[in-house]
């Protein structure tokens, strides 16, 4: 008699047991630990990209393709074709030891003859401008394979920003002689012993102010 009462006891013990066990995987979740909230990703703004830069860049490894690109970027406000032969004149028209001033003279007198109606009227057609032929290094060996440093590329690009040393749109000559209507002044190539002049239009009455 106590032997069955003992497992009868024990029966509804283990029954009772289950039910616990049951309740505590049911799907009401009850009694089940809730998840760790993940923490949010934070977001990442990209940083802007600096066109003119890219441009910089470009020009110092002669990528047309990402020139073009920053070209259109930059609404057309620099294009790569005139960055890159103004940055390559003035390199070739310069000495190595030139100091910056003589250099931007070199692209100011450039961009003058762009400017002026005694030339053509785009970076590219005055410096491949003949009969006779201006400037004589687009003609020699190696000139279109050169690419420019980028010490000449930032230099001719603080010229296309509008950086000048005369700030006088009538100074369209620079030679090894005097020529036009008067010499402004002369650049002394220490390297080579031998001076740059820059000069006066022939026809100073074009640029008359007033």
Same mark, same amino acid.
């Given at each position: 008699m106590k032997r069955t009462t003992l497992i009868k006891t024990l029966a509804a013990l283990f029954f009772v047991a289950a039910i616990v066990i049951s309740a505590s995987f049911s799907p009401s979740g009850q009694g089940v630990e809730a998840a760790p909230t993940p923490e949010p990703?934070?977001?990442v703004t990209p940083e802007p990209i600096d066109w003119r830069e890219v441009m910089v860049n470009a020009v110092c490894h002669?990528?047309?393709h990402g020139g073009l690109e920053a070209e259109n970027a930059l609404g057309g406000a620099i294009k790569y074709d005139d960055l890159y032969l103004l940055a390559k004149i003035i390199s070739w028209e310069s000495g190595p030891d030139w100091r910056d001033w003589g250099i931007l003279a070199i692209g100011e007198v450039v961009l003058n003859r762009v400017a002026?109606?005694?030339?053509?009227?785009?970076?590219?057609?005055?410096?491949?401008?003949?009969d006779p032929i201006q400037y004589e290094p687009v003609w020699s060996d190696g000139w279109e394979d050169?690419?420019?440093?980028?010490?000449y590329v930032r230099l001719a690009l603080r010229l296309l920003? &509008?950086?000048?040393?005369?700030?006088?749109p009538s100074i369209v000559f620079q030679a090894l002689f005097p020529q036009g209507? &008067?010499?402004?002044?002369?650049?002394?190539?220490?390297?080579?012993?031998?001076d740059t002049y820059f000069c006066w239009s022939y026809e100073p009455d074009y640029y008359a102010v007033g």
């Open positions: 990703t934070p977001t002669a990528d047309a002026s109606p005694e030339f053509p009227n785009t970076i590219r057609d005055v410096i491949y401008q003949t050169y690419i420019p440093s980028e010490r920003d &509008g950086e000048c040393v005369f700030n006088d209507s &008067g010499t402004v002044c002369a650049y002394h190539d220490d390297d080579l012993d031998n």
